[in-house]
């Protein structure tokens, strides 16, 4: 097996609270348009949290889905097939005819997988009994279901993986596929995650873990690094990338967005919920995905940082970029796509590396929305309100989950 080949991006889909194609999600990202809303789907009256940044007029027909199979699926499977459909049309692979489907692979992961359809067979269990259970409630559930749907879909026959890493899940899933290419395991990967959680079960168990935000202004509701900040705001969604190997990308004519070029993967080993206090475990995450990808001080650097506007997060986060880049912390360009997001848990790290890839492509660094008071313990720039022009030659994308997973992917502007 070769083992430094070269890792392309040859398409992105997006499904989110701000758009359900990828060009209207970069749109409103950068325009700074805020996705978070009053959750319309179920009653909110005894939750604490009424709020959730919500997929919106999302037609399973635009993606080729089909209405009974749209019929049987959980939320998540849907998101992630059409966010797959999307990176597949924009890659031009066809499996079969382009690429080997035994050299096309599949690494999309959740955090939690199909909890809507967990939370309503569960309700059935108590209102109607067990033989009302529907026999397709686990092949729907379990959080392998969107990874087997979109490889079905696509007759992707390689290596599949479906990481649950929390809120660190796709951040994982995009790196282990760039390992899976580099290292001569396939040819290409669709590569990402999906997440459908706003229920009334998961907004309660977050609420009640004092993980969520109370605003009750939807629009100034997610903080990220603001003073104010208060908890995540919960929203649902998918991305998908698809990472190929260069030279066949180059070979076949294919569109290349970015360059892969590194991954970063530990854990704090602290604590299931609160990230390590010295930081010394995010930190080697970070700089694992830098010095893969050749960092120096010459470098353009924007960061799109996991920001999720809860009180220990943005800090730690914080000192873990001051600590990886030193000095360097100060002029790199950094945001938090999650002011206008929300927080996607295990889709969370994919949409957040479109961003990256979208931004090194476009010379852009999207906004944090909403930061007006400045945390002064999250003293970098963290690109308040505005897009900022930038002639950006690197990004990285880091994400932090429960458990302490901590993953960082860098990409490149190719040369």
Known sequence: MCMNRRVVVTGLGVVSPIGNDTETFWKNLCDGVCGIDFISSFPTDDLQSKIAGQVK???????????????????????????????????????GENIDPFRLGVYIGSGIGGFTTQVKETEKLFTEGPKWISPNFIPTMIANMALGN???????????????????????????????????????????????????????????????????DPKYASLPFNRNRGGFVMAEGAAVMILEEYEHAVARGAEILA?????????????VTAPRPDCTTQTAAVRMALEQAGYTSEDVLYINAHGTGTQLNDVSETQTFKMALGEDAYKAHISSTKGATGHLLGAAGAIEAVASVLALRDGIVPPTINLDEIDPECDLDYTPNKAVKADLTMAISDSLGFGGHNACVAFRKVR
């Open 57 to 95: 007029e999302f037609n399973p027909e635009q993606y080729e889905i089909e209405k009974p199979f749209a019929r049987k699926q959980d939320k998540f499977t849907l998101y992630a097939v059409a966010a797959a459909w999307q990176a597949m049309k924009q890659s031009g692979l066809h499996s």
């Open 150 to 216: 979109v490889a079905i879909r696509n007759n992707a026959m390689g290596p599949s993986l479906c990481p649950a890493m929390a809120c660190a899940t796709s951040t994982h899933s995009i790196g282990e596929a760039y390992r899976a290419v580099k290292h001569g395991y396939a040819d290409a990967v669709i590569a990402g995650g999906s997440e459908a959680c706003v229920t009334p079960l998961g907004i309660a168990g977050f609420a009640n873990a004092k993980a969520l935000s109370k605003a009750e």
């Open 259 to 271: 360059e892969v070029c590194g991954y970063g993967n530990t854990c704090d080993a602290f604590h």
